[in-house]
């Protein structure tokens, strides 16, 4: 494992942003620092709201995917939810080959991923409370 790490994780409100600082990840020693690193996080953040930025990453190996894949279903294991932004055309053209796509929702850049991740949970915390009411006026 390298010493510098691959993802920087910062607070925004509710969700947290993960920054790929590196701009490709290819080789078999980085792909696994970066999946580690990631798994890592989430396993550590119960319920986390992830928001992972590629604004930085040119390239990288399929690899990444089956970690991407394994990170969302950790995240959802445990009540929280993941998007992804930023992705190159390439990278993104990727993903529509493999139809993650359709598994990842996926935005521009991070000021868009935020503020629609935002209104998302809004929308979901507004719901809950309404069905809880609900609920309670039936028994």
């Known amino acids: ?5 691959i993802v920087e994780f910062k607070q925004e409100g ?18 696994d620092q970066f999946v580690e690193e990631l798994l890592d996080y989430v396993k550590g953040h119960p319920g986390i709201h992830l928001v992972l930025d590629f604004g930085r990453v040119t390239y990288f190996s399929s690899a990444v995917l089956g970690g991407l894949v394994r990170a969302l279903k950790a ?3 445990d009540n929280g939810s993941m998007r992804l932004c930023g992705l ?16 990842f929702i996926i935005e521009k850049d991070v000021k ?7 209104r998302s949970l809004q929308v979901t915390a507004e719901d809950e409370a309404w069905q809880k009411s609900r609920k309670g006026r039936e028994s």
Do not use: C
């Open 112 to 118: 868009t991923a935020l503020t629609r991740f935002e």
């Open 75 to 77: 995240v959802a294991t």
């Open 1 to 5: 494992m390298q010493d510098k790490a």
């Open 14 to 31: 509710p969700i947290t942003v993960g920054r790929i600082l590196t701009a490709s990840v290819l080789d078999a020693r980085n792909v």
């Open 88 to 103: 190159a055309p390439m990278i993104r053209e990727l993903f529509e080959i493999t139809n993650l796509d359709k598994a």
